[in-house]
């Protein structure tokens, strides 16, 4: 085995990472809120300035992101609380949706009360407009929107499709799963909801979206294209990627390819591991993402949801 790569020592920033499971709810809370009303959010992958000169056309009145806005700038919507909402929630019920896995519908397999989902998100100084799923479907005209990541985000992805699917009848509608891609259309309206298994972002020997609970596991270096072929050309796109590097103080990284007879195999730190896929998916989407076209979005940390 040869010896590690360089990369600079950061137990400390290892530290500083482990925070309340409420944080990380809360996170990946107002970044799912953030893409269903994304309109005029502000992408959280800069890429670029599309500004040449010229005013930019409009071809529809854009809605406010969020209600009673202040004057000269938008409301801070990271600064807020929860609070209770018994009559706009919930969204929608368990038992209406089909597309929730079997493992993950809650109600069913008993849990006792149902308060969890009376709750919603409210900025201190403005209010998120209800959602309207009317609105969202015609935003998604002739779009693809897709999920890349774990299981924390394939659970994202059922949220979306169970807001939407309601109002698509049964024959304009289709669910269907190509090994690691999982595809929602709506016929109608020319849109898709995606989710693509990708824990890692970089190839993997967890790729298999159904196998995948391997113990030793092991990330290629370099290798995001493998994934990222099948991500081009959608609209919006929302990455994680956080639980599945919390397997201890190193990860084992393949220089090479899985294909190697002779595998060339170093161990580093996890959280040099989890910065160089993070380099390589802003360099992905740099290179091939157009800023007129799509919005990007990450969603780091997260509670686990196992046991």
Request: proline share 5%.
């Amino acid at each position: 085995m040869k010896p590690p790569f360089s990369s600079p020592t950061s137990s400390s920033a290892l530290r500083k990472a482990r925070f309340s499971p409420y944080l990380f709810t809360l996170l990946a809370f107002i970044v799912f809120v953030a893409v269903l009303y994304g309109e005029d959010f502000s992408c959280i992958v800069e890429l670029g300035s599309e500004s040449d000169g010229r005013p930019i056309e409009k071809s529809r009145e854009k809605l406010p992101f969020a209600i009673g806005e202040i004057e000269g700038g938008r409301c801070d919507v990271f600064s807020g609380m929860w609070v209770r909402d018994e009559s706009n929630r919930p969204l929608y019920e368990e038992s209406a949706c089909p597309y929730i896995q079997p493992q993950l519908t809650c109600q069913e397999h008993g849990r006792p009360e149902k308060e969890y989902q009376f709750w919603r998100w409210q900025p201190h100084d403005c209010s998120l407009p209800n959602f309207n799923a009317t609105l969202m479907l015609e935003t998604l005209r002739g779009k693809r929107m897709m999920f890349v990541g774990d299981s924390l985000n394939r659970g994202q992805y059922v949220s979306m499709v169970c807001l939407l699917h309601s109002l698509i009848p049964e024959d304009a509608k289709s669910m269907e799963t190509f090994d690691s891609l999982t595809i929602f259309t709506a016929k109608e309206y020319n849109a898709t909801i995606e989710f693509y298994w990708a824990p890692f972002l970089l190839e993997s020997n967890s790729d298999d979206a159904v196998i995948h609970r391997v113990s030793d596991r092991i990330v290629r270096k370099g290798s995001i294209n493998k994934h990222g072929k099948y991500w081009k050309g959608v609209d919006i796109l929302v990455f994680n990627t956080y639980l599945w590097w919390m397997t201890g103080l190193k990860m084992k990284i393949l220089r090479g390819s899985f294909d190697d007879e002779v595998k060339d195999i170093v161990e580093i730190t996890t959280e040099d591991a989890f910065r160089m896929a993070m380099k390589s998916m802003l360099k992905w989407v740099e290179k091939n993402m157009d800023p007129k076209k799509t919005r990007v979005f990450f969603t780091s940390m997260s509670p686990s949801h196992a046991k």
